[in-house]
């Protein structure tokens, strides 16, 4: 009598367990291995690379020196006209131009030196017939409150016997100080209360 394998009638069932894990929801995880952590961030392509590194190579330049900061865009920017301006002078001002013929840097020194230093400035840039003129005053970054000479000097051109001759002002480019600087058009001649009248009937 031929005796056969206790082993030949047991079938080869590898999901018969399969059913019994689905109704338990219970399934074993590998354990990852610690010295080969799975990485979750994809392959990135060259195209992606070069795009952040012209991107970084661009926040340096603004960080560095202002490249490619465009100041009107900013809370920072200051810009006014006389009466009567076309506000296209103004940004025609900004843009830088007009040569700029005479500066003065009143960064660091106190209100009342700086008013005496900007009044004899003016002065002289209209006797001797200037008409782009660089006002410098700082950022104001180190005032608790908002920047004290940059809104003196704002002040001094809208408000006090100085605005008759001012035609427009606007904050500088980054080359020449950028909010902490400002632009100056100067007039021939005083907008008097006549010139006024003379602009508004034309």
Sequence with gaps: MHMKHPKASVAYRPFENLKALLKEK???????RKDKPVSRVAKREPWEEQLEAEALAR??????????????????????????VDPEV???LHRGDFSIQAHI??????????????????KEAILSGKRAVLVIHGRGLSSPAEPVLKA?????LTCGPWRKWVIAFTSARACDGAT?????????RPATKRYRKWVAER
């Excluded at 399934?27 to 990852?32: E, M, N, S």
């Excluded at 902490?180 to 021939?188: F, N």
């Design 90 to 92: 103004a940004k025609r």
């Design 59 to 84: 926040l340096e330049d603004l960080v560095g020196g202002g490249d490619g900061f465009i100041i009107s865009d900013t809370p920072e920017y200051v810009e006014g006209i006389g009466y009567g």
């Design 26 to 32: 219970s399934f074993p995880l590998t354990a990852r």
């Design 152 to 156: 003196k000097v704002k002040e001094w």
């Design 105 to 122: 840097d009143l960064h660091g020194l106190w209100v009342a030196d700086a008013r005496e230093a900007f009044e004899q400035f003016f």
């Design 180 to 188: 902490g600087g400002t632009y100056v058009l100067l007039r021939q």
